[in-house]
């Protein structure tokens, strides 16, 4: 087929009835995720693109299990009981998490997550923000009162004087 017919087949009439109308690109998103995960772009593939390809969108149609078991069939290889029960097995456990992740109530619970992660974030930022009370070498206010020590001396004080007299036996 030439590059004109080709664009025809995605740009005809049938082809802009079939997409039209769709209002988000999530599916495909979804499927070019699954295809970059068995064909990533940093690795080339010189003869397994095309089977590569092939079983990632014939897993993103049927599922797990389904293209395992598909694949086997079509190549005549004989599956054990085991094999089978592994493969419906992986099947339900997909199925299931799908519908888990579609249910209203799992979508509900994410917004709400969503939403007091964002409340949390807006919180700590503006927190971020307050002039902080806290100055460098400075002693909480109850400790370095000079009225709670006797004599009047701040620790602070008395550390400085006993760090010079100990200077001073050091040096003699």
């Known amino acids: 087929q030439t590059m004109p017919e080709i664009l025809l087949i995605v740009l005809g009439d049938e082809g802009i009835e079939k997409t039209w109308g769709l209002s988000t690109t999530q599916s495909n998103e979804a499927a070019n995720r699954a295809l970059s995960s068995r064909c990533p772009q940093n690795v080339k593939f010189s003869k397994s693109i095309t ?9 993103w149609n049927n599922g797990p299990g389904d293209a395992q078991r598909k694949i086997s069939h079509r190549l005549g290889l004989p599956m054990s009981r085991g094999q089978k029960r592994y ?17 209203p109530s799992t979508q509900t619970r994410r ?19 307050l002039p902080s009370d806290y100055k460098k070498h400075q002693l909480d206010d109850s400790s370095s009162s000079s009225d709670s020590i006797p004599g009047g001396e ?5 550390l400085r004087r006993s760090v ?9």
């Open 51 to 59: 089977a590569r390809v092939g079983s990632a969108i014939l897993t």
């Open 164 to 172: 010079r007299r100990d200077h001073k036996y050091h040096c003699l």
């Open 111 to 129: 917004l709400q997550q969503d939403a007091k992660t964002r409340r949390d974030k807006l919180k700590r930022r503006q927190q971020a923000q």
């Open 87 to 103: 493969h419906a097995a992986e099947q339900k456990r997909n199925t299931y998490s799908q519908r888990h992740r579609r249910s």
């Open 154 to 158: 701040s620790p602070d004080k008395r």
